[in-house]
């Protein structure tokens, strides 16, 4: 059992889990999590140290040491602080989402992360946003979330994100990358991408971000106690 009240929100990426934790989180004044981060930490460290993504003692070892933490800025921006390092741009490219994908299929990573991760779970609540949150990192949590979209709409996403941050992608290319790392996810040995059997799934293909946030809110007044 968790001590402070959690909202998980999983999904695959471009689904808009991210996003919608974001908001969610900010709407009820309550903490976040980011768990994709550290896995996207691990990988850039692990690329870093010239650690093998087939070395699951060392990427291990590092999930272990992560020497990171999480800054807040104004207007909701939150700086990911590695070993002194700025790195949030670094780990948010496209390659370091699959390089991440592949880390987060190593269970002594998953391992290794899990207690890091539940210790987020403050006061007043936390809002966390991942692929397994529901289902193996907080499975008593009381509102569970699944984000899904079509692949086409996730891809389409994520090009803007991508453009906007003044980098090219091949919209083909990106639906490519995004049914790859979908079956990697939904395949992978430990903690598969799926729905808790208990989550509420919500297709986000032709939602607002706002209609989102207000569909998981509605959700959580009417689940307290």
């Given at each position: ?50 650690v ?21 800025q104004?207007?909701g921006?939150?700086l ?14 496209e ?113 607002t ?14 689940r307290?106690?």
């Open positions: 059992m968790t001590e402070a009240a959690v909202i998980t929100i999983d999904g695959p990426a471009g689904s808009g889990k991210g996003t919608i934790a974001e908001r969610v989180a900010s709407a009820l004044g309550w903490h976040i999590l980011d768990s994709g981060a550290l896995y996207r930490l691990v990988a850039y460290s692990a690329e870093q140290k010239q093998s993504f087939d070395d699951p003692d060392g990427l291990t070892q590092i999930a272990l040491n992560l020497d990171v933490t999480f800054q807040a104004p207007e921006i939150v990911t602080i590695l070993e002194g390092e700025d790195v949030s741009q670094a780990i948010r490219s390659t370091a989402g699959e390089a991440a994908s592949k880390v987060a299929a190593v269970g002594e990573v998953r391992d290794a992360l899990l207690t890091r991760q539940r210790a987020f779970a403050t006061a007043p609540g936390l809002v966390a946003d991942g692929r397994d949150m529901g289902t193996v990192v907080f499975p008593q949590a009381p509102l569970k979330v699944y984000l899904t979209a079509s692949a086409e709409v996730r891809a389409q996403r994520r090009l803007k994100q991508l453009k906007d941050h003044g980098l090219n992608a091949n919209l083909a290319g990106l639906v490519s990358d995004i049914q790859e790392r979908d079956a990697r996810d939904m395949n992978r040995e430990h903690s598969p991408l799926r729905p808790a059997s208990d989550a509420v799934t919500i297709d986000t293909s032709a939602l971000i706002d209609e989102v946030v207000a569909r998981v809110l509605s959700f959580f007044e009417s307290k106690p």
